[in-house]
């Protein structure tokens, strides 16, 4: 297998995506991990969730400019599942697209395991969105712009609506506000009230684009907080974000968009699990620990230009076994350090770019 093949995996269950060419065996080793991670969210295997949201090859083009290409997505049911992406990498077109608000070029979605658009009828009064945010009128309370909302909806009946716009203000901790003119609200409180608009009817999926954008960091802590407990009651969450640092607070998945390509899905825990840890030997005796950790069987041991530090990479070579080997044949260890890469390690290796991570 060619360097590049060992590049390429699979996103989902349709085409190779092929990411950056960097030649480290970290890189190669998080790749691996992704083959695993990947097919552990299909639910074509035994005991696996089912899918609320998969994609096949899914394309869309503007002009001449492909934006979305070919992604398979898969979101499971009961996750929060970031949808992670640069601006630009096409997570808005996709979602537009899951909703059945512009058509694919290609491919095939299935929302709630029904065809997009075919049976939209069916499938998207089960689902919750927030995309662009709905127009809420400034001199009207909270309370009678959900109203106004509420009322047009042909599938809500009129008689229940009173409880139904409590009972959505109450599950965003608005109810106490629902008399405030929405011009008073603040900005957290503003998208605490589109989240609510998207619970008048009972859903079992929310998909909420950038829902914390703009938001200061009280509001964007609202939202989270407001997402997880969405997902405790049963809800199954896609939230875009262009922010590592939030995905990696609030969700279970992550899949990462890149340059109109899903380049990684799966459990953050896999990838995580997946990344390759760093052994840092600081001693007096350079050659001598190298050449212990060569025996041990680790690899890419190499000497760091000052000499008293050898690095190396563990592999299945158990951690607790290093140090006493290196004391055994009497070589002395001033310090030793086990790393791992941080997520955002992880991304700039899949993408060759970082992410945004200040939050
Ligand atoms: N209606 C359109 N016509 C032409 N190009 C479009 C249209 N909508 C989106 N694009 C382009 O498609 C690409 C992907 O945009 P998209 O909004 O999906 O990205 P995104 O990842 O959601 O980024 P952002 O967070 O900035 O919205 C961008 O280059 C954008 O300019």
């Given at each position: 297998m060619s360097l590049h093949d060992a590049h390429s995996f699979r996103a989902g269950v349709g085409d190779d995506v092929r990411v950056g060419d960097g030649e480290s065996a970290a890189e190669m080793a998080v790749i691996a991990g992704a083959t695993r991670t990947v097919g552990a969210v299909s639910?074509?295997?035994?005991g696996e969730p089912e899918a609320l949201i998969r994609t096949r090859r899914l394309t869309k083009r503007f002009r001449h400019a492909t934006?979305?290409?070919?992604i398979d997505l898969t979101v499971p049911a009961g996750a929060i599942y970031g949808f992670l992406g640069p601006n630009g990498s096409g997570k808005t077109t996709t979602i537009r697209m899951l909703l059945g608000l512009i058509r694919p070029v290609a491919g095939e979605v299935e929302v709630l395991g029904l065809p997009i658009p075919a049976r939209s009828a069916e499938a998207l009064p089960r689902v919750g969105s927030l995309v662009e945010g709905p127009a809420f009128h400034p001199y009207l309370s909270g309370w009678a712009n959900l109203a106004r909302i509420d009322a047009a909806d042909?599938?809500?009946d009129p008689r229940t609506a009173r409880t139904r716009i409590d009972a959505a203000l109450d599950r965003v901790g608005l109810l106490a506000a629902?008399?405030?003119?929405?011009?008073?609200?603040s900005l957290g409180m503003r998208q605490r009230l589109a989240i609510a608009s998207a619970l008048l009817m009972p859903r079992e999926l929310l998909v909420l684009d950038e829902p914390t954008n703009g938001l200061d960091p009280q509001g964007t802590r609202e939202v989270r907080h407001l997402i997880g407990q969405l997902a405790q009651e049963g809800v199954t969450v896609l939230v875009s974000s262009h922010l590592l640092s939030e995905v990696e607070q609030m969700c279970s998945h992550i899949g990462v968009m890149y340059e109109a390509k899903l380049v990684w899905q799966g459990r953050i825990d896999d990838l995580r699990a997946g990344a390759v840890q760093t052994v840092r030997v600081e001693t007096e005796q350079p050659a001598e620990a190298a050449r212990v950790l060569t025996d041990l069987g680790l690899a890419d041991v190499a000497q760091d230009p000052d000499g008293r530090v050898v690095t190396g990479l563990?592999?299945?070579?158990?951690?607790?076994s290093i140090v006493p080997r290196l004391v055994r044949e009497h070589v002395s260890v001033l310090g030793f350090t086990v790393s791992a890469p941080s997520l955002e390690d992880l991304f700039v290796q899949l993408t060759g770019e970082g992410f945004d991570v200040s939050g």
């Open positions: 639910s074509e295997g035994a934006v979305v290409d070919g042909p599938a809500a629902a008399t405030k003119r929405y011009r008073a609200y563990p592999g299945e070579v158990e951690i607790a």
